[in-house]
């Protein structure tokens, strides 16, 4: 596409002649998102007319949509509705009196049609002139042709026809008509080519009507249904972009321009806005004619040299004086124009969602994204194609802006996996199709359900890309520890067989370090260890075999990658435990740690810090949470041992022996500080607590105990006693920051969880309907509530669910999908793949919202009150936080490492 905005537009734009400037008297633009004005007839003629009238200086504008509402100009696909606008008034009557005009536009077919005969588009199409018509026509040959001349009832004469361009290419047209000369002029150029006139006719001797003196009727633009008197029937072009279209007109000869004027306007269409292609005389710095890796190195000279001397240079793009991060975005493309042109490539924010009917929006100019030399920088893109095919991803090169020096670092190319999400959260149980949250909370999610989006990550050699639909793609940098700070050059390829297709991103990378391998934050999701549940489309192997450690190791290094640093780990509970419990000929009970010590070991050696014990009370009635099984001497096979059904003083025998056992164990290994104990999960009564919480203390002294704190209408304040590390609810944290405050005084632990809860307004890093801005969001949020870990209770709990078919998370193992369920995406953060669990969007997200949290902490050491004014404009409360804004995130990461750069360095 002709990619010169953020935002595309089809831009109808009438000047007085006598002016001949740019800024238009009318401007009409039909907020097409992040497309151009696409006519495609098949779905009804798409028009633009201006009809004499009345006075009105503002055109009226009128919709009726063919399917569904057009109303929501930015949520509808703009085939799927027709444009129906009139201008009236002075500029109606400019056109109606017109002697002469001139008129510029960029148009390209999208290829749909290539092949077919008598496929044609009107982009003029002008009945007070005669029905002179201008007709972008598509041959058999594939290629777009002109065609001009007069027509009257369908039927009609062509004067002429000049190949514009093979279809998907951008040709920029314009024509000049003098009726008083009875001369008329077609030029015709390109993004990388200059202005030629590829035709013209003297109309002296009266051969080719082409203005009449009556008043104008309608002059519509972009009509493009076919009528063949042949067959007599219908047909429909099928695809046409336009943009800029512009209309210079007067009453005498001085509409008329010269070639160079209109050479001029082909060069500030692309100098004004962004260009796809190399070439292009915004960002050719050095004047060599292109823009290249030297412009780069220009750039990073005249940024230095205006930081230090206020000087005006030629990196001063936008021409405000001064050579910053806004001219950067200018040099910087988010279109990339590729060789292949039927793969088109869109860089899209990091933190925005590519839905699959949806046109993706480019990432702003004005965001460029900064990073700690140790973190992790992520690119997404979206793909689009007109054929199905194989792309394979490739970084080609990473370069400093200044030195030309090249970084080689690791990376990782993930194609982003479209996942379905078939209800707007509700909740803790109550999420379905049918019953839809409070309208008023709609406004607060990123879609109404149901929609498919990129979520799942999956590290690929080869993307497949689908024609039918967006695709995406997301390329993963690690920043080595000494890469020396400065803008850096990212070219990627994504090569298909009809050749290479290059896109070139760009990231800041910062003096100061944030090693992304050692957060000092806590996060875990708690890993289900079932094999069913870490693997997908493959044989699910038996309970701690060989095959069941690989796939606990793969996730568990999936889960490190992305920040966690804590795993829940498995007991003595349930069926295939992992501290084995033998019942010896002598009646007395044998404790086994091998699949113990192995898990502590493997996941130790992998960079987690703490190991959380599972839980050891159901939280109702202080029961076992799992039957307790083991093997008995005697008896030569397998038995329960304790029953999930035992009370209270049966289970207390048998934890007298197992928490003994346990701390001894973990003493002799030296393990006692990094493992820590859940009691219950959410204890609904203090009483119960107490019980528990005693228990683990009398057997395991040292070991600090942990345990998600919702209260249920309870006073928090009556559970810390016997909370060592007490896990605050989100909107629980929120409400009683006296009770935080009062455990830290006492040097007690506060960390925080999320679920279900919180809905909107408030940020859900879970729910797939919430923006990623929540995600990013959430370690701001345990900085600004001085919560120091994060628990989510679910990385992988499908419960028989297949979560690429389904998003909405069973309540218990089977359930049928047709039940209600917890919000979509609330029982997993990971995917299945046959390997492992894979990423998702939202733990990308998050692991950038832990190195803003890094960043926060650092510069809390240094001048805590200006690290908490910076945090404040992001997020002032729970509900007050800058969802979907991804620019404020962006912008507060570019803050803290200037800042810490700044103080550092002093």
């Known amino acids: 596409m002709l990619q010169k905005k953020v935002t595309f537009l089809a831009v109808i734009t009438l000047v007085n002649a006598g002016i001949l400037a740019l800024e238009p008297d009318i401007y009409l633009s039909f907020d097409h998102k992040t497309a151009p004005y696409m006519v495609n007839g098949d779905y009804g003629a798409d028009m633009v007319e201006f009809a004499s009238g009345d006075n009105a200086l503002v055109p009226s504008i009128s919709a009726a949509g063919v399917r569904g509402s057009c109303q929501d100009l930015t949520n509808e696909s703009l085939s799927a509705r027709m444009q129906v606008a009139t201008y009236t008034g ?498 007395q009970l044998e404790f086994d740690y091998t699949r113990f010590d192995r898990w502590i070991l493997t996941f130790k050696e992998m960079g987690f810090k703490l190991f959380e014990g599972q839980h050891l009370f159901n939280r109702q009635t202080l029961s076992p949470t799992d039957d307790i099984v083991c093997y008995s001497e005697l008896q030569s096979r397998e038995l329960t041992l304790v029953p999930k059904t035992a009370s209270f003083s049966e289970y207390s025998r048998f934890l007298r022996f197992a928490l003994e056992s346990l701390y001894a164990h973990l003493q002799d290994k030296s393990w006692t500080a990094m493992f820590k104990q859940h009691v219950m999960d959410e204890p609904n009564d203090i009483e119960r607590l107490l019980q528990g919480y005693t228990l683990v203390k009398t057997y395991m002294p040292e070991v600090e105990t942990l345990d998600a704190i919702h209260s249920w209408g309870t006073d928090p304040n009556l559970y810390s006693p016997n909370t060592d590390i007490f896990i605050f609810g989100t909107t629980l944290i929120d409400d009683h920051q006296d009770l935080v405050n009062s455990r830290l005084e006492q040097g007690q632990k506060n960390w925080m969880y999320y679920f279900c809860k919180p809905l909107a307004p408030g940020p859900n890093a879970a729910q797939l309907d919430h923006y990623l801005t929540s995600s990013r969001v959430y370690p701001l949020i345990c900085h600004k509530y001085n919560a120091t870990g994060l628990i989510h209770w679910a990385a992988n709990r499908y419960r028989g669910r297949d979560p690429y078919l389904y998003s909405i998370g069973p309540t218990w193992d089977g359930q049928p999908v047709t039940d209600f369920g917890h919000p979509p995406g609330d029982n997993w953060r990971y995917y299945p793949s046959t390997d492992g669990l894979i990423p998702s969007m939202r733990v990308l997200n998050f692991r950038d919202g832990m190195t803003d949290n890094e960043l926060l902490r650092m510069l809390s050491d240094i001048d805590q009150d200006l690290a908490s004014a910076m945090l404040n404009q992001v997020v002032s409360s729970l509900n007050e936080h800058s969802r979907g804004q991804f620019a404020k995130y962006h912008l507060l990461r570019a803050k803290l490492l200037e800042k810490l750069d700044h103080l550092n360095k002093d």
Not at 285 to 292: A, K, Q, R, Y
Request: overall charge negative; hydrophobic content about 35%; proline content about 5%.
């Open 90 to 587: 002075s500029a109606a009557a400019a056109l109606s009196s017109a002697k002469s005009f001139t008129t510029t536009m960029w148009i390209k077919g999208s290829g749909t049609n290539a092949g077919s005969e008598y496929r044609n588009g009107y982009i003029w199409h002008y009945r007070g002139m005669n029905n002179f018509i201008i007709s972008p026509r598509w041959r058999t040959d594939g290629k777009v042709y002109l065609y001009y001349g007069s027509t009257s009832d369908n039927t009609g004469t062509f004067y002429g026809g000049k190949e514009l361009a093979s279809y998907g290419q951008w040709r920029f047209l314009a024509i000049s008509l003098d009726a008083q000369a009875g001369k008329i002029r077609f030029y015709a150029g390109s993004e990388t080519e200059p202005v030629e006139i590829i035709d013209s006719f003297d109309n002296s001797s009266g051969a080719l009507p082409i203005i009449s003196p009556q008043a104008a009727e309608p002059c519509i633009f972009a009509l493009n249904t076919w009528y063949d008197p042949g067959t007599l029937e219908t047909t429909f072009f099928m695809g046409m972009y336009l943009d800029e279209l512009r209309i210079f007109s007067a009453n005498d000869s001085s509409a008329v321009m010269s070639i160079d004027q209109i050479e001029q306007i082909r060069q500030s269409d692309l100098t004004e806005y962004y260009n796809p292609f190399d070439a292009y005389i915004g960002g050719d710095i050095d004047l060599s004619g292109s823009v290249n890796l030297y412009d780069l190195f220009a750039f990073g000279f005249n940024w230095l040299k205006t930081t230090l001397a206020g000087a005006f240079t030629a990196g001063d793009i936008n021409a405000d004086r001064n050579v910053n991060a806004v001219d950067y975005g200018i040099l910087s493309k988010n279109w990339q124009k590729t060789k292949d042109d039927s793969l088109e490539i869109l860089e899209v924010d990091i933190m925005d969602r590519i839905f699959t009917d949806w046109e993706p929006r480019p990432k702003s100019q004005d965001v460029l994204y900064h990073v700690p030399r140790g973190s992790h920088v992520s690119f997404q893109f979206a793909l689009n194609s007109d054929t199905n095919q194989l792309c394979r991803p490739g970084l080609m090169s990473v370069q400093h802006s200044l030195t030309g020096k090249g970084m080689e670092p690791e990376h990782t190319f993930m194609q982003g996996v479209m996942i379905p999400v078939e209800a707007n959260s509700n909740d803790c149980g109550e999420s379905h199709p049918t019953n839809p949250p409070d309208p008023s909370v709609l406004q607060y999610l990123v879609r109404q359900a149901p929609y498919e989006f990129s979520e799942a990550l999956k590290p690929v050699n080869v993307i497949t890309i689908d024609h039918s639909r967006n695709n995406a793609a997301v390329l993963d940098i690690l920043v080595p520890l000494d890469a020396p700070a400065g803008l850096y050059n990212a070219r990627v390829n994504f090569e298909t067989a009809a050749g290479r297709n290059i896109a070139s991103v760009y990231f800041a990378v910062h003096n100061t370090v944030v090693d992304s391998s050692s957060y000092t934050m806590y996060l875990d999701s708690w890993l289900d260890p079932q094999p069913k549940n870490l693997c997908y489309n493959t044989y699910i192997p038996e309970y701690w075999s060989e095959r069941h450690w690989q796939l606990l190791e793969n996730s568990a290094a999936v889960q490190r990658k992305f920040g966690e640093n804590v795993i829940f780990t498995p007991l003595f509970l349930g069926e295939n435990p992992a501290i084995q419990i033998t019942l010896n000929s002598t009646g």
